[in-house]
């Protein structure tokens, strides 16, 4: 029973365009969410997160949004660069502590 | 400060073989995981450990034993080695809400 989904596993955007990675949980009870990045043959990165107080949250080029009602969140990244090619995994906790990670999605940015 | 550390990088065992994953923090952080990634399905939980002496199941632990003898070190063992069990496998120590994630095992069983 997969609580948070990610249900593209791939995004190919153009150089300088925005990336949006869209994220979806069904259990209510999650109160922090976060997003990690992965390059190849190397473990996940903390990359941004957001706790279910707000509804946006912003560091650089990256933006995290949360639509609590639809149990929805997104990660924006504007501009795209080449280094932001890897995959992205949504994750969530609730105050058990237990996380909880989305299957990825596979970024590509292309020149 | 090397963070997380996990030895090895790559295994390959036959079904029925026993082996142990090593995982070592330097961040002197209480809390500590074993996660296995599968195409499509995300990190999965395998145990975890909230403090020395401390250990818990995750989501999917048949076939994996772990232990805590120390703050630094959380070893994943596996008894009998079985195909379903290949996988990279991923250590993370945890302050708060972030995690910390090692580099990673990639093991094959034949």
């Known amino acids: 029973d997969q609580q948070v989904k990610q249900n593209s596993p791939s995004l190919s955007v153009q150089e300088g365009r925005i990336s949006i990675l869209n994220c979806d949980y069904t259990?209510?009870?999650?109160?922090?969410f976060l997003w990690y990045k992965k390059y190849p043959a190397e473990g996940p990165t903390f990359l941004i997160s957001i706790s279910s107080i707000k509804d946006k949250n912003e560091d650089g080029r990256f933006t995290v949004f949360l639509n609590k009602s639809a149990k929805h969140l997104s990660l924006h990244i504007v501009p795209s660069q080449p280094g932001d090619s890897a995959v992205y995994f949504c994750a969530a906790t609730d105050s058990w502590g237990k996380f909880q990670f989305g299957a990825g999605t596979q970024v590509v940015v292309t020149p | 400060n090397a963070g997380v550390t996990q030895t090895p990088k790559f295994q390959v065992l036959k079904t029925g073989q026993s082996m142990t994953l090593q995982c070592a923090q330097d961040m002197n952080h209480e809390y500590m995981s074993w996660y296995r990634q599968d195409p499509g399905m995300g990190l999965r939980l395998i145990h975890y450990?909230?403090?020395?002496?401390?250990?818990d199941q995750g989501e999917v632990p048949n076939g994996y034993n772990v232990s805590r003898s120390t703050t630094e070190d959380f070893p994943l063992r596996l008894l009998s080695a079985a195909p379903s069990q290949t996988s990279v496998y991923f250590c993370a120590s945890r302050r708060q809400n972030e995690q910390f994630f090692g580099p990673g095992t990639r093991l094959t069983v034949l």
């Open positions: 259990n209510s009870m999650f109160d922090y």
């Open positions: 450990s909230v403090g020395a002496g401390i250990t």
